[in-house]
């Protein structure tokens, strides 16, 4: 099969057979994996609702709210490079198994300060910033990892079927998180959620270490940290996907600070309406993840087009005059964001070489985890100084300015390869980026060639090469 990661063409080849929307299934380790994954992702929706909650429920503004969700994610930005290094320098199974445990033990420490009535804003904001710094070390390397378990040629769609599975979760997440809250409090999401964490050791434990694709771990130098992001930068296939997330991330993804909102004050809603919203995404997201793993269609053209439907679906759920229209455009919100996702996703990993793979995701996870200390605290005063509705139109128009940057790129790029080849040199107006061959080849599976100006500068070698609302 060939594809453009430029434009998201697909051409059917003799790998066919093997992209069907199930297809990164058929690898054991991958099912047990994704299996882990349900039941602890469930554990974590149900937490996202309860925090947000807990933290209206102690008394705070929309602006705290924001604060309180920025400080889970400000480890990531600080920190998210060198936890990119680590997890470049490291046995990853081993690493995901003390990360799960340390998360598990966190959660369980919320439960107990909600259920003892000694939870205090600042007491949340500290335990939500230890968990973001176990988060900068745990994103990387659960996103390297899948690429350990799959080769390149399913990677495409595990990634999309590790979305569609954080998806499932956010619509049997919520829906718990709801009626535990109405019964018990929010203490029991968070105590759950600690015992959820139980599935991932369990899966990490009993995978076939055999029948993994492990990488070698970079051993120890000075200045790796710089030499990843000298990296990206030279690196166009890789620089403009992080700077869209980036600006993307930090706008378009506070829903955890804009949906409370929207709930409480737009809907004169609970809790369970704040749930119904989240619940109403990840049914979206499961039906647009399932479509979108069928497709394959990866690259900066792609990711372009799905922003743009991105910003535009946020763009109606802002304007939805009632409740059902509001779940029913967040329905469709879903589908978008998971689609834009997952081609990121899998655009980013597969440009990148595999001796860099754990910082360039780490990056992914700074821009998309760690841009939330910037934009959390910018939606929530946005959504209170201008009305709830405002944060999803701020949603909106920054998804649309990433679509509308990307595409500005690769338009100056073919630009200035027609100038390079002179008038009297023809250039196709679109040149294939990437090629991905079955992963047995004696070839690269991924050989990045020039596109639109873009110069080559990665190639993944199957010998070697091994998730915020």
Do not use: K
């Amino acid at each position: 099969m060939v594809t453009s990661l430029a434009h998201g063409s697909v051409t059917p080849g003799t790998a066919e057979s093997r992209t069907g929307t199930f297809a990164a299934l058929q690898v054991p380790n991958f099912r047990l994996f994704l299996g882990g994954q349900v039941v602890s992702l469930c554990g974590t929706w149900m937490q996202t609702i309860a925090l947000g909650w807990l933290v209206l429920s102690l008394g705070a503004s929309g602006t705290e709210l924001g604060l309180v969700t920025a400080a889970q994610f400000l480890p990531v930005l600080l920190f998210g490079a060198y936890g990119g290094l680590i997890a470049d320098r490291s046995d990853s199974r081993r690493l995901l198994i003390t990360t799960q445990i340390m998360l598990a033990t966190l959660a369980v420490l919320l439960g107990v300060l909600d259920a003892t009535g000694t939870a205090e804003l600042w007491m949340v904001a500290a335990v939500a910033a230890v968990i973001g710094l176990i988060s900068a070390v745990d994103n990387p390397t659960r996103q390297s990892f899948v690429q350990e378990m799959v080769s390149a040629d399913h990677l495409p769609n595990a990634v999309t079927l590790n979305s569609v599975t954080m998806n499932a979760a956010r619509v049997v997440g919520p829906g718990i998180a709801g009626i535990l809250i109405s019964l018990v409090g929010t203490s029991g999401c968070f105590l759950l959620n600690g015992a959820s964490f139980v599935a991932v050791v369990l899966a990490l434990r009993r995978m076939d270490v055999g029948a993994l694709i492990p990488y070698r771990p970079v051993p120890r130098a000075p200045g790796q940290v710089r030499s990843g992001l000298a990296y990206v930068v030279r690196t166009p296939e890789l620089r403009i996907p992080l700077l869209m997330m980036a600006v993307i991330g930090a706008l378009s993804y506070e829903f955890q600070v804009v949906l409370p909102l929207v709930a409480r004050e737009t809907f004169d809603g609970s809790a369970a309406t704040y749930s119904l919203f989240t619940g109403a995404m990840g049914a979206g997201a499961v039906a647009g993840g399932l479509f979108v793993a069928r497709r394959r269609r990866i690259g900066v053209g792609a990711l372009a087009l799905a922003s743009g439907l991105f910003g535009a679906v946020l763009l109606l759920a802002a304007a939805a005059p009632t409740l059902a229209l509001e779940v029913a455009a967040l329905v469709v919100v879903g589908a978008a964001s998971v689609a834009f996702i997952s081609t990121g996703n899998a655009t980013v990993q597969l440009a990148a070489a595999p001796e860099m793979r754990g910082r360039v995701m780490a990056l992914w996870s700074v821009a998309f985890l760690g841009s939330t200390p910037v934009g959390g605290p910018i939606a929530g005063w946005v959504a209170e100084t201008f009305g709830a509705r405002a944060g999803l139109l701020l949603a909106g128009a920054a998804a649309l300015a990433g679509s509308f940057y990307a595409l500005s790129s690769l338009r100056r790029g073919a630009r200035a390869v027609q100038e390079s080849a002179g008038a009297d040199q023809p250039v196709a107006r679109h040149t294939p980026m990437a090629e991905l061959a079955p992963a047995a080849a004696l070839v690269p599976a991924a050989a990045l060639v020039p596109t639109d100006g873009i110069e080559p500068t990665a190639t993944l070698e199957p010998a070697v090469t091994p998730s915020r609302i």
